[in-house]
């Protein structure tokens, strides 16, 4: 009788998280064999834009698995029609390895969605659940989990611990157009997504046209930014006529000052040394900060703007001495554009367009009594711009 374990997902790249976490199945659970199962229309999400095709998924998982002697891709959701329901797999498992142990192998994720699934209590008669978890989870919350499991579904998981690569297959997709993805994917399925040009790599993103640079950049944030990005972008175009700006850079600059926002700190740090950026210690124990750095070498690099858009994309969290108007406009836009609301606001945005420089102090003083609120320190950066503003402003009343 053999152990079989199925591990099923889009796959969508599939990353080395994926690899990591089936060696820790095999090892865990002695697996004869782990079947990867690559979904053809998942019920659980929709598949991202512009994602390729089942057979090409397939072609790229059968790459990341190649060197795993007890792996083996099966195409059988991809056959199949309509959604990719587990329990219409283990079914066509269960009569196909009759006399064989199944074990469903899982991520925490999909284990606490569990009671969501398309008949749970059938699943658990066809096969063990085995999920995932990192090594430093909480193990009196496990043991809950675990109980309340097997109180509801009449079958005892079991946990695995596993030292997870921390990456998602939106991470990679991300980075695959920002950089950093040859850190997630492995030699041959990299090569294999770049010489088909698939994930948006085979597009020249240098000098679009505004409508297409906002959709590329659009795409790239988490759906709860995109209101923000686009308030802040309209905001600078309408503050760039006021103070006679060139409006096109405004809204460009608006449009991707946080195009690295939805990168986490290890992925700031990882695009810093990709670009060759030289951070100092404050930055590296601040990386929230980071994606005004790295949005403005992705906004020069991959996106191919002007140096002024590049550097009103770096300055727009912290400020610095002797700001550009442009610069000036990206900070204050991203500051109080519409979608904002916070105490002090709308006395902000009154300034704002009277007076950028004093809106620029006010700014950055409402954050200096906010960080002072939470114990945290200001970067020197900020120091430096709101010593400058202050002297400007002494120097106004004197005179």
Not at 152 to 173: D, M
Not at 233 to 243: G, I, Q
Request: net charge negative; proline share 4%.
């Amino acid at each position: 009788m053999a152990r079989i374990g199925i591990y099923g997902g889009s796959f969508n790249p599939p990353h080395l998280g994926h690899i990591l976490a089936a060696q820790e199945f095999q090892r865990a659970l002695k697996l004869d064999l782990l079947l990867f199962v690559p979904a053809a229309i998942p019920p659980h999400k929709i598949l991202a834009p512009n994602s390729p095709d089942g057979a090409t998924r397939m072609r790229l998982l059968q790459l990341a698995v190649q060197d795993l002697p007890f792996a083996r891709v099966d195409d059988m959701e991809l056959q199949r029609e309509g959604a990719s329901y587990t329990v219409d797999t283990l079914q066509a498992l269960r009569a196909k390895y009759p006399r064989d142990e199944l074990f469903l192998c899982v991520g925490t994720d999909m284990f606490l969605s569990f009671d969501s699934w398309y008949q749970p209590k059938k699943i658990c008669s066809l096969a063990r659940i085995a999920m995932a978890h990192r090594t430093d989870c909480d193990e009196d919350e496990l043991k809950a989990l675990a109980k309340a499991f097997k109180k509801k579904f009449g079958a005892e998981p079991i946990l695995i611990e596993n030292e997870f690569v921390e990456v998602s297959s939106t991470q990679v997709r991300r980075l695959l157009v920002l950089g950093g993805a040859e850190d997630f994917l492995t030699p041959a399925v990299l090569g294999e997504i770049r010489a088909q040009g698939l994930y948006g790599t085979g597009v020249n993103r240098r000098g679009l046209p505004f409508e297409a640079l906002k959709r590329e950049s659009l795409a790239l944030h988490k759906e709860s930014r995109v209101a923000h990005v686009i308030g802040c972008s309209e905001t600078a175009r309408e503050l760039a006529l006021r103070y006679g700006v060139d409006p096109a850079e405004a809204e460009r600059a608006g449009i991707l000052h946080d195009i690295t926002k939805a990168l986490d700190g290890r992925d700031q740090l990882r695009l810093c040394d990709k670009y060759g950026i030289i951070i100092d210690d404050f930055d590296r124990t601040h990386t929230k900060l980071l994606h005004a750095v790295t949005g403005a070498a992705v906004a020069e690099r991959v996106f191919g703007e002007s140096q002024p858009i590049c550097e009103a994309i770096r300055w727009h969290t912290s400020g610095k001495a002797d700001m550009t108007t442009l610069e000036k406009i990206i900070y204050i836009a991203d500051y109080m554009e519409p979608n904002r609301d916070f105490p002090g606001v709308e006395k902000l945005r009154k300034l704002a367009y009277t007076d950028l420089d004093a809106a620029m102090l006010l700014g950055l003083e409402m954050t200096a009594e906010h960080l002072k609120r939470q114990g945290a320190e200001m970067g020197r950066h900020s120091l430096e711009a709101m010593a400058f503003l202050t002297k400007g402003k002494e120097r106004a009343l004197t005179t």
